[in-house]
């Protein structure tokens, strides 16, 4: 059996993993093929998070001190990583003001 320590670790390094990589995705975003690989890598890590979620639960561990808080926390590992998977392709989905568009107005007037 595995020690629910180990099972700890591998639960945070992959979500810091997939969190690292989520921050950095706009950077990857400038190659598609790059961008891909690291969609790909940041759904696999979360799939593996929620996988090791469930089984830091079912070998009777804890997370940050709650024996509650990993199932909840793995179907949340597994909307990222579906949401992770999605790729807007620069579309604007926001509509919001763009600062640069501002700056444009205001150097117009």
Request: proline letters at 3%.
């Amino acid at each position: 059996m595995v020690d629910v320590d180990v099972i700890s670790f591998l639960v945070q390094s992959f979500c810091g993993i997939s969190a690292f990589l989520f921050m950095f995705v706009a950077t990857f975003s400038r190659s598609e093929k790059a961008e891909l690989v690291v969609q790909n890598i940041i759904f696999t890590c979360l799939l593996l998070a929620a996988a090791s979620l469930w089984w830091l639960s079912l070998a009777g561990g804890s997370l940050w001190g709650s024996n509650y808080l990993p199932k909840p926390l793995s179907i949340v590992c597994i909307v990222l990583a579906i949401a992770a998977r999605m790729n807007i392709k620069g579309e604007n989905v926001s509509f919001g003001a763009n600062p640069h568009s501002i700056a444009k107005k205001s150097e117009e007037e």
